[in-house]
């Protein structure tokens, strides 16, 4: 069996979450590889699903918050999976 990233269940849908990372304009900041620019590189990141998704809803200075009505939930762990897809 090939190596297959280890999202939290119910599993997030990392290409889906490469669609929303980049629709939603994440990308602009963390580029559309998670590597960083504006923000901190997140590509792999070692927070849990529950600190992303708290970063999404109250985001530290320097990110904009992103609610339920832009990303849900489940929008939010396929990012998630799409982050732990990355090198
Ligand atoms: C306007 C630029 C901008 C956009 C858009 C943006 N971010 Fe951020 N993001 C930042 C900055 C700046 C930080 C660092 C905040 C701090 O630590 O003070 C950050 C931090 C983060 C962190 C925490 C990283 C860490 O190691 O603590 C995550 C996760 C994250 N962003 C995910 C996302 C996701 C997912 C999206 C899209 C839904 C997004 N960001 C959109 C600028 C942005």
Known sequence: MPPTPTPPPPA????SGRQVFVTVG?????????TG???????NTNL???EVLGQLRSPREGMPPFGPETVSDQQVRDIYAFLKSLP
């Open 12 to 15: 997030g849908n990392f290409q």
């Open 26 to 34: 994440c990308s602009t900041c963390h580029r559309a590889d998670g």
């Open 37 to 43: 620019l504006v923000g901190p590189r997140i590509a």
């Open 48 to 50: 849990s699903f529950a």
